[in-house]
């Protein structure tokens, strides 16, 4: 769907003239939306050119899971105490600020005034809104209890979010610990050492300590050949950057490497196995065949481990195996969650343990997080303090030495 257009002038709440352009499907909703703006509406002209269909151009994903799931909660608060659902979403359109995701919302509204269900308008924009979600519009539409799906997955996507974010703090200052350790050490090797070396020859025949000579000819080599090294490294990583992108077996085999370390593969794990059962219990305990919600799980889960283990128990219930043989076969599922799993098939109420699962994962995530956060960064300050004190040790010991050489 195109939006149009429009030129407005207006008189604002103080009495002065404002001007303005804005986008909408039609001009009785552009005045409707400046009206939002307290705005006493004087002229609203539509207008077209070249820049107008460029700006029409859009790339990437236009909303995010924050963005999301602000969305949810208001559209399921609106439709809850009573406001219909073509009317709550003209709404959120109108008091959207953002063009893109203006348009994006105007094209729901467009779509369900053209008598199409939410979750179709939605499965239209499969990039802004996530499979999972679709599903479970569609099972909120046909129960009828939309307003608390909708919520429900606010809630979910809240805690999914919450997540990632932690996750992604427990990893980022061990990587900025990393990152300054390297860039220090070239930065002595290149610009420090080879400076010093003057210095250190202007003693004569003297002998240097070993550690020293080391990082002498390390930062000279360095010096010499930092093109070579550091086109190299470029040539590198943009050929494993496309063979990752480009490459299904090499990009499950990078994916099952990094699972395998140590510290990182863990916080993968129960990330994975989190997303996996918060999706499968949303979905089961909402009426969704257990068949259906592995398909869709197949379709959300992102690590290439992960989907195959989905489409391993996929493969095995239509054999007519149990559904927690692959998670039990699995290395990379903890036990817990596989007996989990073959509990709830023996008393065949799967949907409710997936759901004592789920909460039980988002209660220990934030403990295990905090754990790895607490672990990880001592042990990169060391390695950063490490290598700076070595190198200062290299510089220093020729200091205290030559002096009894001379």
């Known amino acids: 769907m195109q939006l149009r257009n429009f030129k407005y002038v207006c008189i604002n709440a103080e009495g002065k003239t404002v001007k303005g352009k804005m986008e909408a499907i039609s001009k009785s909703v552009c005045i409707k939306y400046l009206q939002t703006k307290n705005y006493k509406v004087k002229q609203v002209i539509e207008y077209k050119n070249i820049i107008t269909k460029l700006e029409q151009i ?41 063009r893109n995701i203006r348009k994006l919302y105007f094209e729901l509204y467009q779509q369900v005034y053209n008598g199409n269900l939410l979750s179709k308008a939605m499965s239209r924009r499969p990039k802004e809104f996530p499979n999972l979600l679709i599903q479970m519009v569609r099972v909120g539409e046909m129960s009828g209890d939309l307003p608390e799906t909708i919520l429900k997955m606010a809630e979910y996507y809240e805690s999914q979010m919450k997540l990632t974010s932690e996750i992604k703090s427990a990893t980022r200052m061990p990587l900025i610990y990393l990152g300054a350790a390297i860039v220090i050490s070239i930065g002595m090797l290149m610009f420090v050492f080879p400076n010093i070396t003057g210095l250190f020859e202007s003693f004569g025949d003297a002998k240097l300590p070993p550690i020293t000579q080391f990082f002498l000819d390390t930062g000279t080599f360095f010096q010499n050949y930092a093109l070579f090294i550091f086109g190299s490294i470029a040539i590198v990583a943009i050929v494993f950057t496309l063979f990752y992108k480009r490459n299904e077996k090499f990009h499950f085999y990078v994916q099952l490497g990094i699972l395998k370390m140590p510290i990182f593969g863990k916080l993968i794990q129960m990330n994975n196995q989190i997303l996996i059962a918060n999706s499968l219990s949303q979905m089961l305990s909402n009426g969704i065949h257990s068949m259906e919600a592995l398909k869709t799980m197949k379709d959300i889960v992102e690590h ?3 989907k195959e283990l989905i489409q391993k128990t996929i493969n095995y219930l239509e054999d007519g195996r149990p559904f927690s043989k692959a998670f039990e076969e699995s290395p990379y599922i903890d036990p817990i969650m596989a007996k989990m799993i073959a509990t709830g098939e023996k008393t065949g109420d799967i949907p409710r343990l997936m759901s004592n699962l789920s909460e039980y994962y988002n209660g220990i995530s934030e403990i295990r997080v905090q754990q790895l956060k607490n672990s990880i960064q001592p042990i990169l300050l060391i ?16 200091m205290l030495s030559l002096g009894t050489q001379i």
Request: avoid cysteine; charged fraction near 15%.
């Open 58 to 98: 859009t790339f990437g994903k236009l909303i995010k899971t924050k963005q999301l799931v602000f969305f949810l909660k208001q559209l399921g608060s609106l439709i809850n105490s009573g406001v219909k659902l073509l009317p709550a979403l003209e709404l959120l359109s109108l008091q959207q600020d953002n």
């Open 304 to 306: 290439d481990v992960y």
């Open 383 to 398: 390695f950063v303090y490490a290598i700076v004190g070595v190198m200062i040790l290299a510089i220093m010991l020729p």
